[in-house]
């Protein structure tokens, strides 16, 4: 680890926007830009309830984490051919790159297509080849399938069942969409088969959720990384025990603040998290309609909360030990910033 340098804080910005991090906690669909969307409803012949670019972003005013949902799967209404998806993963993944991301684990809602009558071919092929093309932005890219916690466990298993031809194209799986009322150990068998096939587990708790849903994804879930988690700090022997266990949580400030589980950004736990030991990073969760991607996420949370260059270098290098990627590339990436962090400190 470099030695860390005082940044002042008119240069700090341009140190989180240059810094290579990962980002582990993104919704491709949520990356959905109001004009992609008009362009993907055009090319399939598409009427949308909006007549502007302008009045569909302006719709974006969300109370909480349904009426955010409500929009986030209309929108996706416009995604219809390999080729949508393949372009909608594209300009993330240009977005991506141009915000030093090294790696990304793209979080992806199949229910939402088939239940539409996308095939899950159609979703994966189109996904996974903008993963691959992905490659020649510098971008390291895998996916991870998500199941939808507001519909049942049964519908989960067929979910995985239709996923299972394509398993050599996604990494893991995940649990997300309302959480409320929807607690983990509701998907335990689906979770449980899916240890068995090798994939990686992930789910979002302790978003709006109690500390309860953290432990029980870790215990009865058995996930290796919690999505969100910021309930954890109002249950002491959870902090620490994601502290000793040193399990990832994948924080997303921007949508904290959107969805009001913060009543502002100076009041973000993203520093106490760090203080306690945890290993938490910096995520956009869905750029679109949050009002940033992963660089906008790190900036305004940096300049409201006065976190500086010792937890910038902290966040970059978690986010890489948190990400399932090789240990050679992990090693790479994190000797990479390590190296613009010492030509900061010159």
């Known amino acids: 680890m470099p030695s860390i340098p005082h940044i002042p804080a008119d240069r700090l910005p341009a140190l989180l926007r240059a810094m290579p991090k990962a980002e582990l906690h993104i919704h491709i669909e949520g990356s959905l830009e109001p004009e992609l969307i008009f362009a993907l409803a055009q090319r399939n012949g598409l009427s949308l309830p909006y007549p502007s670019v302008e009045a569909l972003r302006r719709a974006y005013a969300f109370t909480d984490l349904q009426s955010f949902l409500d929009i986030y799967y209309a929108g996706a209404g416009v995604l219809l051919t390999e080729q949508d998806f393949y372009d909608m993963g594209m300009a993330y993944l240009k977005r991506a790159a141009a915000d030093h991301v090294l790696r990304t684990e793209i979080f992806f809602d199949p229910q939402t297509h088939t239940a539409r009558g996308v095939s899950m071919e159609t979703v994966i092929q189109g996904l996974h080849r903008a993963c691959r093309d992905g490659a020649a932005l510098g971008v390291s890219a895998e996916l991870i399938l998500c199941f939808l916690r507001h519909l049942s466990e049964e519908e989960a298993f067929e979910t995985l069942e239709q996923a299972l031809p394509w398993r050599d194209l996604f990494i893991g799986v995940g649990l997300d969409s309302s959480e409320l009322g929807h607690p983990p150990e509701k998907f335990a068998r689906v979770f449980a088969r899916c240890r068995e096939l090798g994939l990686r587990l992930v789910a979002h708790a302790g ?60 009041a973000h736990n993203l520093g106490a998290l760090l203080d306690a030991g945890l290993v938490a990073t910096v995520n956009s969760d869905d750029p679109a309609y949050f009002g940033g991607y992963v660089n906008d996420n790190y900036t305004q949370t940096f300049a409201a909360t006065g976190l500086g260059a010792a937890q910038a270098y902290v966040l970059a290098k978690n ?24 030509q900061a400190a010159r």
């Not at 040193?246 to 997303?252: D, F, G, Q």
């Not at 890489?320 to 000797?335: G, M, P, Q, Y």
């Open 207 to 266: 978003e709006e959720g109690p500390p309860a849903y953290v432990w029980s994804a870790l215990d009865v879930l058995k996930v290796e990384r919690i999505d969100h988690g910021v309930q954890s700090v109002h249950d002491a022997a959870l902090m620490r025990r994601l502290a000793q266990d040193r399990i990832p949580l994948t924080v997303c400030p921007l949508s904290n603040l959107k969805l009001c589980v913060f009543p502002t950004l100076q």
């Open 319 to 342: 986010s890489f030990e948190a990400s399932f990627a090789e240990t050679r590339l992990k090693r790479d990436w994190i000797a990479k910033l390590d190296e613009v962090f010492e």
